[in-house]
C-alpha cells in the first residue's frame, strides 16, 4: 500500500490549493478515505472523509463549506480543493485509508503518506 500526497506549497491568505493523493497497492475503490491536518505543536485533526464511490462526504466545521473533497476511482487518486484559505489552515496534510469511517466522518486507518505541506501567509 502507497500513499502519495502532494500539491502543497505556500499560498496568500484568501488563496487555493488543491491537494492530491495518488494511491497504489491495493482496491482504491473499495476503501473510504480522509484527510488528517497537523499544525506545528498541535495533535492530528481530522479535516474531511469521502465514502468508496464518492456519494458521501463529511467536514469538520473548521472547513466546512471551504474545503471540498473528491476521488476519481478510474484514476486511483482522492483530492481536496482548499479554498478561502486562512493562515490557520497552515499544516502538515495527510491522507488516510480508513479501516472504518464513523457516521460523520472521523473513523480508524491504517495507512498513511508523508504529507504535503501547506503554508499560508502573505
Known amino acids: 500500500v502507497q500513499l502519495v500526497e502532494s500539491g502543497g506549497g505556500m499560498v496568500q491568505p484568501g488563496g487555493s490549493l488543491r491537494l492530491s493523493c495518488a494511491a497504489s497497492?491495493?482496491?482504491?475503490?473499495?476503501?473510504?478515505m480522509s484527510w488528517v491536518r497537523q499544525a506545528p505543536g498541535k495533535g492530528p485533526e481530522w479535516v474531511s472523509a469521502?465514502?468508496?464511490?464518492?456519494?458521501?462526504?463529511y467536514y469538520a466545521d473548521s472547513v466546512k463549506g471551504r474545503f471540498t473533497i473528491s476521488r476519481d476511482n478510474a484514476k486511483n487518486t482522492l483530492y481536496l480543493q482548499m479554498n478561502s484559505l486562512n493562515p490557520e489552515a497552515r499544516a502538515l496534510y495527510y491522507c488516510?485509508?480508513?479501516?472504518?469511517?464513523?457516521?460523520?466522518?472521523?473513523?480508524?486507518?491504517?495507512?498513511w503518506g508523508q504529507g504535503t505541506q501547506v503554508t499560508v501567509s502573505s
Open positions: 469521502i465514502s468508496t464511490g464518492g456519494g458521501s462526504t
Open positions: 488516510g485509508r480508513n479501516i472504518f469511517m464513523r457516521g460523520g466522518g472521523g473513523g480508524e486507518y491504517d495507512y
Open positions: 497497492g491495493f482496491t482504491f475503490s473499495s476503501y473510504d
